[in-house]
């Protein structure tokens, strides 16, 4: 009977000092003052996530619509505290003004297990991040656009003319996987020197690469991304990868031998390669470091910071400038096709803004009377820009942004009482949240691209829309996106329309998980006009 006593005391002491463990800290923002969702063991405040039709989507805008009055929202990661940002003036000044306290995104990929992918841009730290930012800010700049513009302009009209020599049934296409294509297509031609057709070569190596770096189906696959950012200790400890070291390999090679045969032959093409040889050699100069945007860029586009601008003498070296290489191509292939599939989608079942759209395209070919299209003329089109700007703000490409506090940060709650964001505590941008809001956005599920036009864009508050991000870490591949983008719609509307049949899913429906992933796909029919 002691003994039996004694074990059931020792079991009720481990279960409450486990219990303890898991509540540790889950009181904190009551003691601060702040509004908070309520937390449970292990997920924390993420515990509605596990729901079958949650998405990251839905509970970060009904996280923001049910505190309508509050400038911060506490939530739970796990254990990990963050801050989300229910007011994006708040979000401004964290994320610019007062930029040095926020500088940095959480870390998932390790320099130990990964050494050469986390020495990407967006994965970099401190000061690194800023002298790497800068160093390739003069890349993106509108005058290198316009150097690349012809590799990706290309791209489209091979798109457009595969889909005219196809039959019927073969213009009945899943619009993500045909831009997943058309992406990699262009990713490879004006990053990499390759030139390939993904869409009649459906097997070439190139894709089926980017395919895999980038899949996300699978069971293993799903509970081998869940433990890197759900538990990212126990997947250090296993030893696991954002992406296989073979896949990593593959690109690798390529950039490599590329360089080796540029090099060798003083080959000169308008690409990232050249570009990035430039700058391994000292060649590249920031001769437009102190442009802004101008009238004819796009509403979505976002401005370098003055730490884009700044002037680096630092040496970079071979596996540094690959690494640059390899995030280009998964900013570029996934987040876009993602975005231009909802387009897609978006126009398909708007006919009023695709006949629209079609009847400014039209204007402009004519207006070309057989001239080649220009990175210029793609940029006077206004009403193209408004569709892509009403596609982002609906579909951004990333629905969330995070900052890491790198320093101790005072800051006071709605009662006006002073606390502080600890240094490694996190802070959530709900981007998605803010550009459906409906005091801003009226009727925010709405398709309405008039939302960008010149006279309403003038009302619009800067700060709720941000689909390239805020502050120095924006994107800093904005003009390439958009470029992609409109050049794809462009050639595509040329030649035909997007039309829904009898596998579109009207509404969409979208599948739990942390992408914006419709359940069955975008299927729409190419018809010629």
Known sequence: MVVTAFLVVFATFLAFEYYKWLWTGYDLFEKQGIVYVKPYPIMGSLWQLLKPTATVRDFLIDVYNKYPTATIVGIFDQSRVTY????????????????????????????????????NLVNLKGQKWKDMRATLSPIFTGSKMRFMFELVSEIGAQMAEYFKQVSKNERTVEFKETFSR??????????????????KEKKNDFYVTADTMTNVKGFMTGIRLMI????PKLGKFLGLRVIAEKTTNFFVRIITHTMNVRQTLGIVRPDLIHLLLQLKKGMLKND?????????????AVEESEVGRVVVRRQWSENELMAQCLIFFLA?????????????????????????????INDVHETLAGSKLTYDVLQKMKYLDMVIAEGLRKWPPAELTDRVCTKDYKLHNDDGREFIIKRGQNVWIPIIAYQMDPSCYPDPEKFNPERFNEENKQKLDPSMYMPFGIGPRNCIGSRFALMQMKVAFYYLLLNFTLEVCEKTQVPLKLIKGTRTQPEKGIWLELCPK
């Open 332 to 360: 570029g292939y996934d987040t876009s096709s993602s975005v231009m599939s909802m387009l897609a989608y978006e126009l398909a079942t708007n006919k009023d803004v695709q006949q629209k759209l079609i009847a400014e």
């Open 84 to 119: 989300m940002l229910r007011n994006p003036e708040l979000a401004k000044k964290l994320a610019i003004k007062d930029f040095d306290y926020f500088t940095d995104h959480r870390q998932v990929i390790t320099e130990d297990k990964e050494p050469l992918i986390s020495q």
């Open 228 to 231: 890197l950012f759900l538990l």
């Open 288 to 300: 437009e470091i102190k442009e802004k945007l101008d009238e004819e860029d796009s509403f979505a």
């Open 182 to 199: 058309f992406t990699t297509d262009v990713i490879a031609s004006t990053s990499f020197g390759i030139k390939v057709n993904s869409l």
